[in-house]
């Protein structure tokens, strides 16, 4: 692990399961125990995933990593939707230095 991960909070985002956005939105939701007034759409998930005070406590204060597995049927089925996943979970890293997301190869 290298140095700019070490003591971060890792927390699995589990999409097994997930067969489009309104699920992978709910995920994300349940994962981070994200305020009810998330929007549950791609901006809505940017915001709170460049947002630590919205993040699980520990996490804002020690930043997060968060390993998405279980993606490939959900990437598989609605690509273009996955298509934007994938730029919004990188976005979100790229504007938060605290947030680091990894995809779980399966």
Request: net charge negative; aromatic share 6%; charged share 30%.
């Amino acid at each position: 692990m290298s140095d700019d991960l070490a003591g971060r909070l890792t927390v699995p985002l589990d999409l097994d399961g997930v067969t489009d956005k309104a699920g992978l939105m709910d995920a994300v939701a349940r994962t981070l125990a994200l305020p009810d007034w998330f929007g549950r759409n791609w901006d809505a998930l940017l915001d709170s995933l460049s947002d630590p005070s919205v993040w699980p406590e520990e996490a804002a204060n020690r930043g997060l990593l968060l390993v998405v597995t279980g993606w490939r049927a959900y990437a598989d089925d609605r690509p273009e939707e996955w298509r934007v996943a994938r730029e919004v979970l990188t976005e979100a890293a790229d504007r938060t230095g605290p947030l680091t997301v990894a995809l779980a190869l399966e």
